[in-house]
C-alpha cells in the first residue's frame, strides 16, 4: 500500500504475534495489527489493499485491509501454513504448508481451500508472470 511519504512494508513478529506496518520513506512504525498465533509469511496484493498472513500455530491466514490496518477475514482451517503469495490479477492466493495426514500441500484458499500435494516441507512461494515475480 502507498501513503502520502511512501509505500508500507508488512513484518510478521512471530512472537509476539502481530505484524508491524512500516513506512518505507521514514522508516517508522506506524501500526502493530494483532494477527494469529506464530505469523510467518506475509504478502501483499497487487493492488496493494489487503496482506495476508499464515499463522501457523493457529493454522489460518488472516486478511488484513491495508487501508484500516484491521483483519476482515481469516481463511483455514490449515495444517501448518509458513507463507503466502498472491497471483497479479488476485484471484488466487496460495499458502505452503502440510495437512493432517503429514503431506505437504500448497492450499489454493481461493478455490474452497484445495490442496495441492508438493515436495517435502514447502516453505518459500512465489508466482510467476511475464512481467516478473511477485511473492
Do not use: C, W
Request: charged share 10%; aromatic share 6%.
Amino acid at each position: 500500500m502507498s501513503n502520502e511519504t511512501g509505500q508500507s512494508a508488512y513484518v510478521a513478529n512471530l512472537r509476539s504475534n502481530t505484524v508491524s506496518v512500516l513506512n518505507t520513506a521514514t522508516n517508522t512504525v506506524t501500526a502493530t495489527i494483532p494477527v494469529g498465533s506464530s505469523p510467518h509469511g506475509v504478502a501483499v496484493s497487487p493492488d496493494g489493499k489487503t496482506v495476508y498472513v499464515a499463522n501457523r500455530l493457529t493454522n489460518n491466514v488472516s486478511l488484513i485491509d491495508a487501508a484500516t490496518n484491521k483483519i476482515t477475514n481469516v481463511f483455514g482451517p490449515f495444517f501448518s501454513p509458513f507463507y503466502v503469495a498472491v497471483t497479479p490479477d488476485s484471484s488466487k492466493v496460495y499458502v505452503t504448508g502440510g495437512d493432517a495426514a503429514g503431506i505437504n500441500v500448497v492450499y489454493e484458499i481461493t478455490a474452497g481451500n484445495t490442496s495441492i500435494p508438493v515436495g517435502l516441507s514447502p516453505r518459500g512461494i512465489a508466482i510467476g508472470s511475464a512481467s516478473g515475480l511477485h511473492a
